[in-house]
């Protein structure tokens, strides 16, 4: 999916950056779990309550609805991107 279709890129970049937060404060890649796609797993309802809230911020930050579509794949970008990314090391000060 080309985001380019429905999204432009400060609508892409507020998504990206949301779920990225979101997914660091919910620990997503710390579940041990495996991969279920059934929607119970906690992984499948961690997304499903991330997709929500994302819809809601996406309104309330742009005044139009967000093509469901283009939240998921952005969910996975997400997860995609911080995966390849070490984690953040608080920034030391030189005295």
Request: some cysteine.
């Amino acid at each position: 999916m080309d985001w380019r279709q429905w999204l432009e890129v400060k609508q892409f970049e507020f998504l990206l950056h949301w779920f990225m937060q979101r997914q660091r404060e919910l620990k997503l890649a710390e579940l041990d779990e495996p991969l279920a796609y059934d929607g119970f797993s906690m992984y499948d309802q961690l997304c499903q309550q991330m997709l929500k809230e994302a819809e809601i911020a996406y309104l309330e930050r742009f005044s139009e609805p967000v093509v469901p579509i283009a939240l998921t794949n952005i969910l996975h970008l997400a997860e995609l991107e911080l995966a390849g990314r070490p984690p953040r090391r608080p920034t030391q000060t030189v005295h």
